[in-house]
C-alpha cells in the first residue's frame, strides 16, 4: 500500500468512526445573540419526567402566508430542541385543511389573516395550533396570542417569543399527577358560579375547582380553618355582603399558613345591569368591613368611582329605522379600558383590561413588595360616593381639563412576609394554627368585583374576552388566568413569559417597492456572471490551445 493510498484509508476509517460516535454522542450549540434556542432550566426539568412516548403534532403545512413560514421555522426548530433533549419526544407536522371540522371541535380555533403579497390583500385561514399527546392524555396549544397587536409582523414577533411559554405549559397540563386546589369562597353573595364560568371553566384545565363556603365559620371557625388551609388559593368574587371579625380572622390565618388570595372587590355598589333598566342608580360605598386587614397588608381600596377618558365601550338603542332599533357603540367613562404592567408575566402581551366602576387602590409603607399590574390612563377623574350616575350623561360634552386625576392604580401584586392584622389584638376565636407571620406568600388585589364576570345569552356564559354586544376583545380573562398562574407556580413557568427575542422581519413596502432591482440582482446578474465567465474561459482556452 503506497503512501497516499494509506492516508485515504485511514481518513476513511476515521469517518466510519466519527460517524459511529455520532450515533451516542449528541451536542448543539446556541450562537444566537439572544440565545433564543436554549432551554431554560424550567424546561429542561419539565422534560425530564416525559418518561413515555410523546407525540407533538403541529398544524402548520400547506399554503399560508409567507411571513407566517417564519413562525412554521421557528417552531420546528424548537421542537428540534426539545426532541434533542428527550429521545420519547416524537414531532409531527400536519396540513389541516382536510380536518378543519375534527380540529374544531378539539378546541383548536383557526385564525384568519390579512395577506399582503405583491401589492394585493387578501384573507387566509390558517390554525395555528399544536397537539401533545402523552400517556392517555392530550393538551391543545395555541401558537398565536390572542392579544391585540398592531400589526401582524408584531403579533408573529409575539407568537415566536411565546414559543417555549406555550409548549411548557401544555406539558405542565398534562405531566403533572395531582393538581392544586383552587376554591371560590361562598356565602358573601358574591358572583354567581355562571357569571364566573368562561373563567372558571379556563382554570379547571390545569387545577381543582371547588367552592368553600364561610357560613361555618359561625358554627365551627377552627374546623373552617383547617379545612381551608387545604385549599391552595382561594378566589373572593365581588362579595356584597360585611365580613365578620371570625371571617377575617380565618382569612387572615389562612394567608399566614401559606394560603394564596386573588381578590376582586367592589367598595362601591354600582351596578351596569340595574343602570340599563333604570337609566340612572345612586353608587354609594360598600362596607365589606376589610380596610383593617387589607390595611396590614399594605393597601387600601377606596370608595371612589374612577371615570377615564380611554374607555370601553357600550351598545345604546339610538334610533328606530322602520321596525328595527338601531344601536350605536359609545364610550363609557365609567368603564375604564387599562393597561397592564408590561413589565410583568402576569400582565405582559395581553390586551387592555375592561374595567366596571372600579375604585383606586392605594398602597401604604411596609416590609411587602407591591408590583402595579393594572393602571388608568392618565386622564381620569374621581367621583365621590354616594352619587347618581345617569345614563345620559353619555351625552353630555366631554372636556379634557376635567379630567386631571392622574394614573390610578386598580390591581396590585402583593409579596413577601405579612404580618397578621390581629398580632396584637384580642383573637375572635383560639386557634392551633394561629401564626404572626406568614413566610414567602403572595396575593393579588382588584379593585373590580366585576373583572372576571362574564355574561349571559339567552341565559348560557359568554366568552369573558369579548363582549356580546359591541364584540370588543379584553385581555380579562388572560390577565385572571395569568394571575392564578402566578400565585400558585413553582416551577417558574410563567416567568417564561418575558422572554424577548431580536427578530428580524421583512419590510414589505421596501421588497414590494424595490422588488425588481432584487429580482434583476438575484436572477439576471448570476446568469450574465456565468456567461461572461464562460466567455473568457473560452477565449483563453482557444488562444492556448489555438
Known amino acids: ?91 409531527h407536522f400536519e396540513n389541516p385543511d382536510n380536518q378543519r371540522e375534527r380540529l374544531i371541535k378539539k378546541g383548536m380555533m383557526p385564525s384568519q389573516l390579512t395577506v399582503e403579497e405583491n401589492g394585493k390583500v387578501s384573507e387566509a385561514i390558517i390554525f395555528p395550533c399544536a397537539e401533545i399527546r402523552f400517556k392517555n392524555k392530550t393538551s391543545i396549544v395555541s401558537l398565536l396570542p390572542n392579544s391585540i397587536m398592531s400589526s401582524q409582523e408584531q403579533q408573529l414577533q409575539k407568537a415566536i417569543e411565546n414559543l417555549e411559554y406555550s409548549f411548557m405549559n ?81 382569612l387572615d390565618q389562612y394567608v399566614m399558613n401559606g394560603g394564596k388570595i386573588v381578590w376582586m372587590l367592589d367598595n362601591v355598589q354600582a351596578d351596569q345591569d340595574s343602570l340599563m333598566a333604570t337609566g340612572k342608580m345612586l353608587a354609594y360605598p360598600r362596607d365589606l368591613n376589610l380596610t383593617d386587614l387589607l390595611f396590614s397588608y399594605g393597601v387600601r381600596v377606596s370608595t371612589s368611582i374612577i371615570k377615564d377618558l380611554y374607555a370601553s365601550k357600550i351598545a345604546l338603542a339610538t334610533g328606530n329605522i322602520g321596525n328595527q332599533t338601531q344601536f350605536q357603540n359609545l364610550d363609557w367613562f365609567y368603564h375604564p379600558l387599562v393597561a397592564g404592567n408590561p413589565n ?45 350616575v345617569e345614563l345620559q350623561s353619555i351625552a353630555e360634552t366631554t372636556k379634557e381639563e376635567n379630567y386631571t386625576s392622574g394614573s390610578q392604580l386598580f390591581s396590585v401584586l402583593l409579596e413577601g412576609n405579612f404580618k397578621s ?84 422581519m421583512l419590510d414589505k413596502k421596501k421588497a414590494f417597492k424595490e422588488r425588481v432591482y432584487w429580482q434583476i440582482l438575484n436572477v439576471i446578474f448570476p446568469l450574465v456572471l456565468l456567461t461572461l465567465f464562460g466567455i473568457v474561459f473560452h477565449y483563453f482556452r482557444k488562444k492556448k490551445y489555438a
Not at 374595567?355 to 408590583?371: R, Y
Not at 393579588?444 to 355574561?455: C, F, P, R, S, T
Not at 380573562?477 to 413557568?493: I, P
Open 1 to 91: 500500500m503506497n503512501k497516499n493510498s494509506k492516508y485515504i484509508f485511514l481518513a476513511f476509517v476515521g469517518l466510519v468512526f466519527l460517524n459511529y460516535i455520532n450515533q451516542f454522542v449528541y451536542k448543539r450549540f446556541d450562537l444566537t445573540e439572544d440565545q433564543r434556542y436554549t432551554l431554560s432550566e424550567t424546561t429542561n426539568s419539565m422534560l425530564s419526567k416525559v418518561d413515555k412516548t410523546t407525540h407533538i403534532t403541529v398544524y402548520l403545512e400547506g399554503k399560508f402566508p409567507s411571513e407566517f413560514k417564519r413562525l412554521q421555522i421557528e417552531t420546528k426548530d424548537f421542537l428540534e430542541e426539545l426532541r434533542a433533549k428527550n429521545k420519547y419526544i416524537k414531532i
Open 170 to 250: 401544555g406539558f405542565q397540563k398534562i405531566i403533572k399527577k395531582s393538581k392544586k386546589k383552587i376554591a371560590l369562597l361562598t356565602g358573601k353573595k358574591g358572583l354567581q358560579d355562571i357569571q364566573l364560568y368562561s373563567f372558571l371553566s379556563k382554570l379547571s384545565d390545569k387545577y381543582s375547582l371547588s367552592k368553600f363556603t364561610l357560613d361555618s365559620v359561625k358554627t365551627n371557625p377552627q374546623q373552617t380553618l383547617e379545612d381551608l388551609t387545604t385549599i391552595d388559593l382561594a378566589i373572593i368574587a365581588k362579595p356584597t355582603e360585611k365580613f365578620t371579625e371570625k371571617e377575617k380572622f380565618t
Open 344 to 388: 410583568h408575566p402576569i400582565t405582559k402581551n395581553i390586551a387592555n383590561i375592561r374595567l366596571q366602576f372600579a375604585n383606586q387602590i392605594d398602597t401604604l409603607k411596609n416590609s411587602i413588595k407591591k408590583t402595579p399590574l393594572l393602571i388608568s390612563s392618565p386622564l381620569t377623574k374621581k367621583i365621590g360616593t354616594p352619587t347618581i
Open 421 to 504: 392584622a390581629y398580632k396584637n389584638r384580642v383573637k375572635p376565636f383560639k386557634s392551633n394554627l394561629f401564626k404572626a407571620s406568614s413566610f414567602q406568600n403572595k396575593m393579588i388585589v382588584i379593585a373590580d368585583g366585576d373583572i372576571g364576570k362574564n355574561q349571559l345569552l339567552k341565559g348560557n356564559p359568554t366568552d369573558l374576552a369579548i363582549d356580546k354586544w359591541t364584540k370588543q376583545s379584553f385581555g380579562n380573562k388572560d390577565f385572571l388566568v395569568n394571575a392564578v398562574d402566578y400565585l400558585l407556580d413553582d416551577t417558574g413557568l410563567i416567568k417564561l413569559r418575558n422572554k424577548q427575542l431580536k427578530i428580524k
